[in-house]
């Protein structure tokens, strides 16, 4: 009888799916996470790399539903977000705010105006340095825009589907910041 249980409790374990977060580098994103009324799916993960070597952190990619088109990711009015979970100890705000602008500027092709007052406020949220194990969320909602939540606390939100699609572009676009992590975000 024992015997007959523990068989059907393996079968059973082999044939249901686990919500199981995805660990690289030494951090784990959760399987899921929510968006507004949404619940978002991790489409994929990679590290963010410096120099190749530098690994400064794990990005995941959240989404209503799996997709590896990174046009019709960043075109698409509907809630996403990105988690980033730092593994390098010590990104100044100054280097993050680099970053992001030199991000942007190759998102929209050197054209930052239109979006520059949205570009300001959104980099006026890096003040503080990000530490070992910070987590980053970067949360879009439609009619809503772009939340930014550091260590849990909400920073502040940016409105407008431009700017939205711009900073998806920095992870996303044809100029990526990082190749690899966007493959990894794209479930590559």
């Given at each position: 009888m024992?015997?007959?249980?523990?068989?059907?409790?393996?079968?059973?374990?082999?044939?249901?799916?686990?919500?199981?977060a995805?660990?690289?580098?030494?951090?784990?994103?959760?399987?899921?996470?929510t968006?507004?009324?949404?619940?978002?799916?991790?489409?994929?993960?990679?590290?963010?790399?410096?120099?190749?070597?530098?690994?400064?952190?794990?990005?995941?990619?959240?989404?209503?539903q799996?997709?590896?088109?990174?046009?019709?990711?960043?075109?698409?009015?509907?809630?996403?977000?990105?988690?980033?979970?730092?593994?390098?100890?010590?990104?100044?705000?100054?280097k993050?705010i680099?970053?992001?602008?030199e991000?942007?500027?190759?998102?929209?092709?050197g054209?930052?105006?239109?979006?520059?007052?949205?570009?300001?406020?959104?980099?006026?949220?890096?003040?503080?340095?990000?530490?070992?194990?910070?987590?980053?969320?970067?949360?879009?909602?439609?009619?809503?825009?772009?939340?930014?939540?550091?260590?849990?606390?909400?920073?502040?939100?940016?409105?407008?589907l431009?700017?939205?699609?711009?900073?998806?572009?920095?992870?996303?676009?044809?100029?990526?910041?990082d190749?690899?992590?966007?493959?990894?975000?794209?479930?590559k």
């Open positions: 024992i015997k007959r249980l523990i068989i059907i409790i393996l079968a059973f374990l082999m044939v249901t799916p686990f919500a199981v995805k660990e690289i580098g030494g951090a784990k994103l959760p399987d899921s996470m968006a507004g009324k949404d619940e978002l799916v991790l489409n994929g993960a990679g590290l963010r790399k410096k120099f190749r070597f530098v690994k400064v952190y794990v990005g995941g990619l959240y989404l209503t799996k997709n590896a088109d990174p046009q019709k990711i960043i075109e698409a009015d509907e809630s996403m977000a990105v988690k980033m979970h730092f593994i390098y100890d010590g990104v100044s705000g100054e993050l680099d970053g992001w602008n991000g942007f500027g190759k998102a929209t092709g054209n930052v105006l239109p979006i520059k007052k949205e570009i300001d406020k959104f980099n006026s949220f890096f003040t503080e340095e990000a530490k070992k194990d910070d987590v980053y969320d970067i949360i879009y909602n439609p009619g809503q825009g772009v939340s930014v939540f550091m260590k849990g606390t909400l920073k502040g939100t940016i409105r407008g431009d700017f939205k699609k711009a900073l998806f572009s920095i992870w996303l676009g044809n100029k990526p910041a190749s690899a992590l966007k493959k990894g975000m794209l479930g």
